[in-house]
T-cell receptor, first 113, second 112 residues
């Protein structure tokens, strides 16, 4: 089974600060790199995703940085808000594979007011 | 609104009993999935189905069974053979293998 390592396990950030979550993977065949956001008692929701032909993608306050040679990608949350407090999962994917997602273990983000 | 509906939200089961979790989608998605989530852990794949009347085991299928008689529905049965069934169960669907997933809101199963 492909291995995905996500860090840190938990993160506490002050309001307005930058939150950074990292994901390292082993399978070089992965070709789609999403981050999911999950609030307590809810299912995960796709937050942002990147394909390997670009090194960075920005959507509002959320940015994915992708380092193909290091087999890592990270999620940056700028100007973090208390409403961003949730668990974040990376889920590198092999498109065309029926099994698809391999989830990281999750990062619990707490943004203090 | 299109989406995935899981029911019930909370479910209590006595040891030795089978229980079925419902998952219905009106997104016209071909693929459906069942995941289990335990505290502090990521999601683990139980079963998945790409088309009607066909499904495959995931990483932790022992003690679970599924059916896919309709495109819209993918119920999961937790059998008495599942040794540690207390968990949060998530159903998901995707339009194909090249796209992200849409998740339901989950069912929290507790064995009492």
């Amino acid at each position: 089974q492909q291995q995905v390592k996500q860090s840190p396990q938990s993160l506490i950030v002050q309001k307005g600060g930058i939150s950074i979550i990292n994901c390292a993977y082993e399978n070089t065949a992965f070709d789609y790199f999403p981050w999911y956001q999950q609030f307590p008692g809810k299912g995960p929701a796709l937050l942002i995703a990147i394909r390997p032909d670009v090194s960075e993608k920005k959507e509002g306050r959320f940015t994915i940085s992708f380092n193909k040679s290091a087999k890592q990608f990270s999620l940056h949350i700028m100007d973090s808000q208390p409403g961003d407090s949730a668990t974040y999962f990376c889920a590198p994917t092999l498109r065309g594979s029926a099994r698809q997602l391999t989830f990281g273990s999750g990062t619990q983000l707490t943004v203090l007011p | 609104d299109g989406g995935i509906t899981q029911s019930p939200k909370y479910l209590f089961r006595k040891e030795g009993q089978n229980v079925t979790l419902s998952c219905e989608q009106n997104l016209n998605h071909d693929a459906m999935y069942w995941y289990r989530q335990d505290p502090g852990q990521g999601l683990r794949l139980i079963y998945y189905s790409q088309i009607v009347n066909d499904f495959q085991k995931g990483d932790i299928a022992e003690g679970y069974s599924v059916s896919r008689e309709k495109k819209e529905s993918f119920p999961l049965t937790v059998t008495s053979a599942q040794k540690n069934p207390t968990a949060f169960y998530l159903c998901a669907s995707s339009i194909g293998t090249d796209y992200g997933y849409t998740f339901g809101s989950g069912t929290r199963l507790t064995v009492v």
